[in-house]
């Protein structure tokens, strides 16, 4: 079967279950086609407003702490319940050269034969803060596409990275006992964006305090759901299933108790990625009119930036 | 003297050399309000089209790397010279809450007293992807206010710590033998942005190796300024001259033969000032034209962001 040439025919060929169409849309979103995301909303973004499928499950670490090992996990649990899961990977690429470096995907592979999963990188080639507004749509589309649980996994823990999670109603931040910088350095966002922290690697000198300290700070920035700290060893095998579990108290009290809690951060998630995509489509326009003129007087500074910008209405 | 309250006599009185009109100015870019590149503009924005004062150093790196030693070096080296020095330490504090957290200022608190020094800290209060943009407006600022040397230093190696480089001269990137997982997944993007590298804490196990390796993709990579790799142990006191030195023959490279790669470094980076400009005012216009109709909308998916995006011209 050819691939539709169209936008919203190979949304809805994706959303009637064609992998390689899905694969193919999902391109078009890296590549930032204009038009996407209306092309989706005329097929049907789901994007509830109440609890429920899929659960979107946001997993952020710096590199080789092992993330990897949780998203398998989550995988072949939701698989055993007869749940269809979609992985999408954010790659953290250089936004200059557009390189790509994936992690190691090797674990994952014992899962591509199977139907119900479907496996996914996602790198931002586009331009800085353009990530979290792609991963908004890939979610959209997968949630169209009728998977269960979407799982959305970003190497590092900068603002970008961060910002990525937002997508997420479970974010699960996955840590090492040599984390402590990154906390120190992040940890008002940490505390934030995290409903599960996992110190992994935890047979190393360090992760019961480092978990100890987490545990307080959770403690001491109240909320509605305290964050619950988990210590972990993924390569020794235990610890994972907790985390696991956790993932689905944390869905189930979304759905209930938290539902308001949900519904005002999944509404913050709508309204930022609102912002998000009319800036985003200004500077494409932006881009699209540069003319040589207008590039030569920037790059000469015979007209300021500031100047510039301002005559665009 | 009081301060004045338009953002231009504002500019005015830091660029005759009012270091609270100048710390106030910074401020209004922190908080993102509207025409201060304007202003700017009217004053007069120096931004040179050739290699010239400031010279303006970035230098970024993981928490703990050891990057506030060069800073303090950097500032001791050009005072010995009578050039004057401004800092501008880039926040890398939460997006979400907007806390801040600094790091260790206490070294360069020495330096207070010294009226050809100023020091300050951004903190990123506004959105994602903001920073590079405000860090932009306050370079430019501080180049208007007639800085010998400009130093950016920032936190983290994630996609916006780059982004925020980009606004350097000369860029210095401060690892330590620990960071062999952040050059792995940052690679591409160090690469792409490093004049210099520094191993710092080189008295720890894992450094040569890890300089040795950066030293080879270097090498690889070709390009015309081929980024030298050092060793140092700032806390033992060795090494950070060399690196205070190597950033002087890159400023002078720049000025000479260099200085074609420079002028198109610096003409990428104003005209992705320019659209990043339009971006934001852009994003700024429709959270003012967000009335409580269309954000109850969004927030509760009777308009899906992507139409209601669509609709902004």
Not at 22 to 45: C, D, Q
Not at 47 to 57: D, E, L, M, Q, Y
Not at 104 to 114: I, N, P, W
Not at 167 to 189: F, R
Request: with cysteine; aromatic share 4%; glycine share 12%.
């Amino acid at each position: 079967m050819t691939v539709p040439q169209h936008t919203e025919d190979l949304i809805r060929g994706a959303v009637e279950g064609h992998r390689r169409w899905l694969a193919r849309a999902i391109t078009l979103v890296e590549a930032r086609v204009p038009g996407f995301g209306e092309a989706l909303s005329e097929v049907g973004v789901r994007r509830r407003t109440g609890p429920g499928a899929p659960h979107v499950i946001g997993l952020t670490g710096p590199p080789g702490a092992g993330k990897s090992s949780f998203v398998d996990r989550l995988i072949t649990c939701a698989r055993a319940e007869g749940r269809t899961v979609a992985v999408v990977a954010v790659d953290p690429s250089s936004p200059f050269s557009g390189g790509a470096i994936l992690g190691d995907r090797v674990r994952m592979e014992r899962h591509t034969g199977d139907d119900g999963v479907f496996i996914r990188s996602l790198s931002s080639r586009g331009h800085l803060g353009g990530l979290s507004t792609a991963t908004g749509e890939v979610v959209d589309l997968l949630d169209a596409c009728g998977f269960d649980v979407v799982v959305v996994e970003t190497v590092g823990v900068g603002q970008s990275e961060l910002g990525v999670m937002e997508v997420a109603d479970t974010s699960v931040v996955v840590l090492t006992p040599e984390s402590g910088d990154t906390v120190q350095t992040m940890k008002a966002g940490l505390l934030e964006i995290a409903d599960i922290f996992v110190v992994n690697k935890a047979d190393r000198a360090g992760a019961r305090r480092l978990a100890n300290h987490l545990a307080r700070s959770v403690e001491l920035g109240g909320g509605p759901w305290v964050a619950p700290v988990f210590t972990a060893s993924a390569s020794e095998g235990w610890g994972v299933d907790e985390v696991v579990a956790s993932a689905r108290e944390h869905a189930a009290w979304c759905a209930g108790e938290g539902v308001e809690h949900w519904r005002r951060r999944r509404g913050d998630a709508l309204v930022r990625l609102y912002l998000d995509l009319v800036a985003g489509r200004a500077r494409t326009r932006a881009l699209d009119a540069l003319d040589a003129d207008l590039e030569r007087s920037i790059r000469q500074m015979e007209l300021t930036p500031y100047r510039a910008a301002a005559r665009v209405q």
